[in-house]
């Protein structure tokens, strides 16, 4: 069924497809009949949970970052039965992102190229949404954990970074269960540099200060490239081990077109500069996740991202040493069914 609904909705731009989806769902969940239709269609029957960075988490498949950038589909994504959902990347300062378009599909490899630059609504608003969302939600069991994504703005000088990600961390502490870092995105100018080792320190210096003098201390995450050298994914996993982070997220997209197809890579040569994602990404996200599991004895728990659409798919990414998995092209080819399947899968 819906391969034949994708068939269709590959015929309109990425973007606007995604909007109108989300939105047609908000509309089906702001009815309780058809929510709990959804829900007895689609989210995972049994006892899944499983304790990670100090949360329950109700499974072990989430939605990874740049899904639900401003927290605005929680309800109809926990209908689908994500058991987390990492929202973001977010900013201190609302922003429009690069210019459209900005997402492209390359249906041929299963995968997408989006170069978006984290288009968001700003700090503020998003942490409002999210504290209406926790209030109402409190005192549920088994409820949907939250990820807060967080970046710098922009116009932000890369020295000044560290102040953006504290922002952030502050605004919405009270509100998300766990964080991720991102410096690993390709589309924000300069951004990877934040990679290196130095330049990590400072931002998780200031979040940890933070993190210590408030009453509940939230996870911190470090989100990754998998364009890093073994020499640099080497500087991470020492200082992810040095200063105690609380976890990796590996990876984000790739600015690598090898894996693709030939006809895949004329047409990535048209639409030029952006992240890929998506099946080309799956081996590499894997080699890097079994990497850092094997250099640290697996004392930095992981959550993979890249590559993932199926059941056999995450048994790699778990078997290879990462406790969580994330979805989020899977998702757009795969489509609700995606997290039943692969917990059924598991």
């Given at each position: 069924m819906?391969?034949?609904?994708?068939?269709?909705?590959?015929?309109?731009?990425?973007?606007?497809?995604?909007?109108f989806s989300m939105k047609m769902l908000q509309v089906l969940c702001s009815m309780s009949f058809t929510k709990k239709m959804l829900?007895?269609?689609?989210?995972?029957k049994g006892n899944l949970s499983v304790q990670i960075f100090n949360n329950r988490f109700p499974n072990r498949v989430g939605l990874g970052a740049g899904f639900d950038k401003n927290a605005s589909h929680l309800q109809e994504l926990e209908a689908l039965g994500f058991g987390f959902v990492e929202i973001g990347t977010v900013t201190p300062l609302a922003q429009d992102g690069n210019p459209k378009p900005r997402l492209f599909r390359l249906p041929h490899d299963k995968a997408l190229i989006n170069r978006m630059g984290f288009n968001n609504d700003g700090v503020e608003i998003v942490a409002a949404r999210l504290k209406e969302?926790?209030?109402?939600?409190?005192k549920r069991t088994n409820r949907l954990i939250i990820g807060g994504n967080i970046g710098k703005n922009k116009i932000t000088p890369n020295e000044d970074a560290w102040k953006d990600y504290e922002s952030c961390f502050l605004a919405l502490h009270e509100w998300v269960d766990y964080f991720v870092v991102n410096v690993s995105s390709p589309n924000t100018p300069g951004l990877r540099e934040l990679q290196e080792k130095e330049a990590l320190r400072k931002i998780f210096a200031a979040l940890q200060i933070q993190n210590s003098k408030l009453k509940i201390q939230k996870p911190l995450l470090l989100k990754i490239a998998p364009d890093l050298s073994l020499e640099q994914i080497d500087d991470v996993i020492e200082l992810a081990l040095e200063i105690k982070l609380d976890g990796l997220v590996c990876c984000n997209t790739t600015?690598?077109?090898d894996k693709l197809s030939e006809a895949s890579k004329i047409k990535s040569e048209e639409i030029g500069a952006g992240g890929l994602s998506g099946l080309p990404a799956k081996k590499r996200s894997t080699e890097i996740i079994?990497?850092?599991f094997e250099r640290t004895n697996g004392s930095v728990p992981i959550i993979a991202s890249g590559g993932i659409f199926t059941a056999a798919d995450a048994k790699e990414k778990l078997n290879a040493g990462a406790a969580l998995v994330q979805v989020w092209t899977g998702f757009v080819y795969e489509g609700p069914a995606i997290v039943k399947n692969i917990c059924r899968g598991l």
């Open positions: 819906y391969q034949l609904l994708r068939s269709f909705l590959f015929l309109f731009d990425p973007e606007k497809v995604h909007h829900e007895g269609m689609y989210r995972p969302w926790k209030e109402r939600n409190e600015i690598d077109r079994q990497y850092i």
